[in-house]
């Protein structure tokens, strides 16, 4: 299995959570979603497209870790912090490796009878709901419990290597959009643009490009999380384009706006100000903030700019092997900013009704300070004109 980190890295994954899953009292953590089984195996397979067979790595509170896998997939787990693989001819719908799987959790030393699972915020469980009750009932006395803080609690700090593969995305991205004016104009559709956007952004190096949304409208639009559509740009629209793209299976996921003509001087203005908005949570995204501050930061730019609501419900969120990951920028998080995350700055504003501006950029957390991923887009809106 070619890896896109050193054995090191994983060893050090795994070391990290089994002191989260001692604070936790689990004996062991369950791993089931793709990418957390990604995260600790460094297995990367488009094969995950397939729901036929489920996937299971067990994190043991301590010693080496047990992959029960797929017999298709056993000469993929091959590595110093995988003991262990045992394997079922799949698929068998009877008994999809859950005999299998109970197995092995039952054969780990027990000192709570608590195993932890993905079940908690912004987690999933891989695995049909029927095969996990016989799981759950086949294990006696041990108790299923949410063991998704430890994940988390690892992966919201960042690798040096993990980071870099963020920047390259960024980097490749910021690239494709620095050329966006080259070759966009009115009369072109949503779709147009951006498949144009799409095929530099592969060009210039991307591994996948999961994500895509476009909007636009006449001085903005009502939302930005739709496929780009076959509405054709005319003079005045504001066009947004929000790009994941991945090398390695890293994201990045920023947007830019780009006008077309002659654009509204409320606009404009709207744009100024959640560049602003950008401006303010950057001076403040430093270890020890709360991430309800940079909301809050970021509110305090937009309100007065007028700002009359946004129905994306937080400014920013945390970035890594998945699009959005914990935390949300919002009231009520109180999750502390530390040195080693990365996490996106998302101002938006409803400045008219039906009429939005959102801008985004990407920005690891360092002890000196925030250090941006992303090429910083200018104050003003690029303008395109006819």
Known sequence: MGLAFSPAEFESRVSRVQAEMKNHNLDALLITSPANFRYFTGLDSQ???????????IIPADGMCVAVVPEIGAPLLKGSWIGQTLSWPAPRPADEGVS??????LALPRRYGRIGMEMGR???????????????????????????PCIWRVRAIKSCAEVDYIRQSCSIVSDAFDKLPS???CGQTEREISQALAIDILAGGAHALPFVASASGAGGYEQFISRPSDRQIVDGDVLIIDVGATVNGYFCDFDRNFGFGNVADAALRANEAVWDATEAAL???????????LWRTMMDVLEPAGMLGSNVG????????????????????????????VITIEPGMEYAPGKMI????????????????????????????L
């Not at 912004?122 to 998704?148: C, I, Q």
């Not at 001076?283 to 501050?293: D, F, I, L, N, R």
């Not at 985004?360 to 395109?384: D, F, Q, W, Y």
């Open 122 to 148: 912004e987690s999933v469980v891989r695995m049909p709901l029927n095969d996990l009750f016989a799981l759950k009932d086949s294990l006696k006395s041990t108790t299923l419990v949410d063991g998704s």
């Open 100 to 105: 299998l799987l109970s197995q092995a959790l």
């Open 314 to 341: 937080r400014l920013g969120h945390g970035l890594g092997l998945q699009l959005t990951e914990p935390p949300s920028h919002m009231p009520g998080d109180d999750t502390t900013l530390e040195e080693g995350m």
């Open 283 to 293: 001076a403040v995204a430093h270890p020890g903030t709360k991430v309800a501050e």
């Open 47 to 57: 094969f995950w497209e397939s729901p036929t067979r489920p996937w299971f790595f």
């Open 183 to 185: 070759h966009a104009r």
């Open 358 to 385: 959102a801008h985004e950029e990407n920005v690891h957390i360092t002890r000196s300070g925030p250090v941006l991923l992303t090429r910083r887009a200018p104050r003003e809106m690029a303008i395109i004109t």
